[in-house]
């Protein structure tokens, strides 16, 4: 790879970070609301599907990574009673609003910390954590292969990655609505929710960009996972990929 090729990736990689950091601090407190306007109250079912895929139980180390406003630490809380969740988003904005939620019950008893937390480089030591969860996070990585690393490095021998990402609709009549969907409505609602249309734009191309179903198992499989499967919901307009680190 020549220089001119690795400084431009550099410069990608900073330009889509910097654009992680312009957007989820100003919408922190209305990205709930967005994601309920914006699926149409379906993200609820999503959570619930990835969460009944997530193995844990009641001894249960969990890592939630770019974990934003809690949505999936809370399910799992409330659902699985994980015995701890750690809970780390790039965006402290995001844990703020996570924060209050917990000081109203959303945890279910179950304990939470709170870490700002880049997923390229995660600051906790080898086989920490049982279970890792990540929703809507990797795309926004500029090294993806990287991130996977890290979190296949963190898990424990037998521990699982479950990861609930925008996907590929398996029928073309839908996928031809979903395209439709995400040009005009998301940069629309986005707007009309957070008063942010261009920041909604960047994440409709980032949900066009981003590998489909076989595409993104075979990234998992790359970082070293095995029993790599995913189950698609509402007909793969998101997929819920799961991994598990070898013995």
């Not at 990736?9 to 922190?28: G, H, L, N, W």
């Not at 619930?48 to 249960?60: E, Q």
């Not at 969990?62 to 406003?69: E, K, M, S, W, Y």
């Amino acid at each position: 790879m020549s220089t001119d090729t690795l400084g431009e990736k550099a410069r990608e990689a900073e330009s889509q970070t910097d654009r992680v950091y312009e957007i989820f601090p100003a919408i922190a407190k209305k990205y709930e609301r967005f994601n309920a306007v914006s699926s149409m109250g379906l993200y609820r079912s999503w959570l619930r599907t990835m969460v009944r895929l997530c193995p844990i139980t009641g001894s249960t180390d969990l890592l939630d990574i770019a974990g934003g406003t809690g949505d999936v630490s809370f399910a799992a809380a409330r659902m699985k009673r994980p015995r701890h969740i750690q809970l780390t988003d790039l965006v402290p904005e995001m844990l703020e609003v996570a924060r209050g939620h917990v000081e109203h019950g959303a945890a279910c008893g179950v304990p939470v910390d709170f870490d700002v937390v880049d997923a390229q480089a995660i600051p906790y030591g080898d086989d920490s954590y049982d279970v890792v969860t990540m929703a809507y996070g990797i795309r926004n990585m500029p090294d993806r292969a990287r991130a996977l690393g890290e979190v296949f490095r963190v898990l424990r021998p037998g521990g699982a990655l479950v990861c609930l990402e925008f996907s590929t609709p398996t029928n073309a009549l839908v996928r031809a609505f979903y395209r439709f969907y995400l040009d005009h409505l998301i940069p629309f609602l986005g707007k009309l929710v957070t008063g942010d249309k261009e920041g909604f734009v960047y994440l409709k191309d980032s949900i066009e960009a981003f590998p489909d179903q076989k595409a993104y198992a075979a990234m998992l499989e790359a970082a070293g996972f095995q029993d790599v499967s995913w189950v698609n919901c509402s007909g793969g307009i998101t997929a819920v990929h799961t991994g598990v680190k070898p013995l």
